[in-house]
């Protein structure tokens, strides 16, 4: 069986750097293009958008326990006094982000907090 020329000598070598240039080409294209992800990096936005769908889920309980706590209409003042960067603090001492059976998440506190303020 003879070997097809384009297999022989210097064809060989081109065409062995086309394949190679190609493959290079589609995984740049496709990773910067295409949405390719490596597998930490899927990881990584897994994280992000299950952490922010617990914040969605917890925030709006959060200010159900603020609001039904006693004397919530004077905390509520209180709480708007406060500069927006210390509203998670205040909402974290007051105990209306923790939970059963988890830790007090600040972006919980935070979500929460910031939707305080946004009551009249």
Known sequence: ??????????????LLQGVAIGAIMTMAIDFYWAGWKLG????????????AAVVAVLAPICVDKFQNATDSSSTLVELKKTSSWQQ??????????SFPRSATDSAVARACGEMLAQLK
């Open 1 to 14: 069986m003879q070997v097809p020329p384009i297999l022989k000598g210097e064809s060989l070598k081109r």
């Open 88 to 97: 998670a603090s205040f909402v974290e001492k007051g105990g209306w982000a």
């Open 40 to 51: 930490s990096t899927a990881s990584e936005m897994a994280q992000k958008r299950s952490s």
